[in-house]
């Protein structure tokens, strides 16, 4: 079992990561407009806008890039209660993503990384969970 946590925390981190620094870094122009196109819109479905509070979308880019990054590093190399703080994060930014893709009416395919992502860090939670419970 700790074997398939660690390969599991280290996949997971490594995409996190990766992606995180895709979102703050101008990769290409074509990549860059596309991204910002992206967050324009996604700053429209954002959900506290029900609460009147819209982020501008470059830091709204900006703000889950290095919250990607962060949390992908710690899953990967803190201890483990960082380890836990960040998949309990990283849970909530995938949740949030799905209510974006819901709220934008996005095809069922465009779903798919987000829900595969959300699904193993659910599994990775859970598997830290009793981790934990065998231990104490």
């Known amino acids: 079992m700790a074997l398939l946590v660690g390969t599991l925390r280290l ?17 290409s122009a074509p990549v860059s407009q596309q991204m910002r196109a992206l967050f324009e819109q996604f700053a429209e479905a954002f ?9 501008d979308p470059r830091n709204y ?6 919250l990607e990054v962060l949390a992908g590093l710690l899953l ?3 201890p483990p209660a960082l380890q836990q703080i960040s998949t309990l994060l990283l849970i909530l930014l995938m949740m949030g993503a799905i209510f974006t893709l819901v ?4 095809s069922l395919r465009t779903y ?3 829900v595969v992502c959300l699904g193993l860090l659910l599994v990775l939670d859970t598997c830290q969970f009793l981790a934990r419970t065998k231990t104490d």
Do not use: D, H
């Not at 709220?103 to 996005?106: I, N």
């Open 11 to 27: 996949l997971l981190g490594g995409f996190f990561t990766l992606a995180g620094a895709a979102k703050l870094l101008q990769v």
């Open 47 to 55: 959900p506290l806008k029900l609460f009147g509070y819209q982020p």
């Open 61 to 66: 880019q900006t703000a889950v890039g290095w």
């Open 76 to 78: 990967v190399v803190g």
């Open 103 to 106: 709220v934008l009416k996005e």
């Open 112 to 114: 798919i990384p987000a």
